[in-house]
């Protein structure tokens, strides 16, 4: 996809953060709101920037399946910068839906 546009799982999770949003536990989220220098010609963008009502900051990955690089960036970032990294997936409905998380 290009920048700037969703693909499915990363759209059901935004609007997941839009009901977060509606009932008061974040304030603020943006699809790639954040672009993060790990190195020379070397950058990371989250698919959310989340902020929480306690105004804490993270960074949101959504991913259906990890690919080393993917991993070894968030990894990367979380050492670097001080905000956390959080990566969700979505979980089958047989599993009961929702969202596994794994913080950074």
């Not at 839009?18 to 010609?41: H, M, T």
């Amino acid at each position: 996809l290009k920048t700037g546009e969703m693909n499915k799982t990363e759209a059901a999770y935004g609007a997941h953060l839009e009901s977060l949003k509606a009932a008061g536990e974040i304030v603020w989220c943006k699809f790639e709101g954040l672009k993060f220098r790990l190195a020379d010609n070397t950058f990371y963008t989250p698919d959310f920037a989340v902020m929480l009502a306690s105004g804490q900051l993270q960074a949101h990955e959504v991913k259906g399946h990890w690919q080393d690089d993917a991993r070894a960036k968030i990894k990367i970032a979380a050492a670097m910068f001080p905000i956390e990294f959080i990566a969700v997936k979505a979980k089958a409905k047989k599993d009961g839906g929702g969202w596994a998380v794994e913080a950074f």
